[in-house]
């Protein structure tokens, strides 16, 4: 199991700036991609971004260049920081975490419980 703990939401006026963190624990034997979803209402779930084991970066073009996804030294934490926001950018945002597990031994995919992200006009 592997549990992903979110903070860091709130509201923002356009144009500000929120950072999101993410804290991943449980048992964990290879962390492969770590990454940020978002749902807004009435809207299809979407990758804002996303880094890799190897530190590999990816980023949703509606947020390139106002995102920035990066995690501490010891791999357990990853943050987006968010800057220039705009209304559309107003959802739930996920934490996720793709990679092997020591209970199974097998690649696995778990979810936080989300964080609300709402940017006002």
């Known amino acids: 199991q592997v549990q992903l703990v979110e903070s860091g939401g709130g509201l923002v006026q356009a144009g500000g700036s929120l950072s999101l963190s993410c804290v991943a624990s449980?048992?964990?034997?290879?962390?492969?991609?770590m990454a940020w979803y978002r749902h807004a209402p009435g809207k299809e779930r979407e990758l804002v971004a996303s880094i890799t084991d190897g530190g590999t970066t990816m980023y949703l073009d509606s947020v390139k260049g106002r995102c920035t996804i990066s995690r501490d030294s010891a791999r357990t934490t990853v943050f987006l920081r968010m800057n220039s926001l705009k209304p559309e950018d107003t959802a739930v945002y996920y934490c996720?975490?793709?990679?092997?597990?020591?209970?199974?031994?097998?690649?696995?995919?778990?979810w936080g419980q989300g964080t609300q992200v709402t940017v006002s006009s």
């Open positions: 996720h975490f793709h990679g092997l597990t020591w209970s199974t031994l097998r690649l696995e995919d778990y």
């Open positions: 449980g048992s964990i034997r290879r962390m492969d991609v």
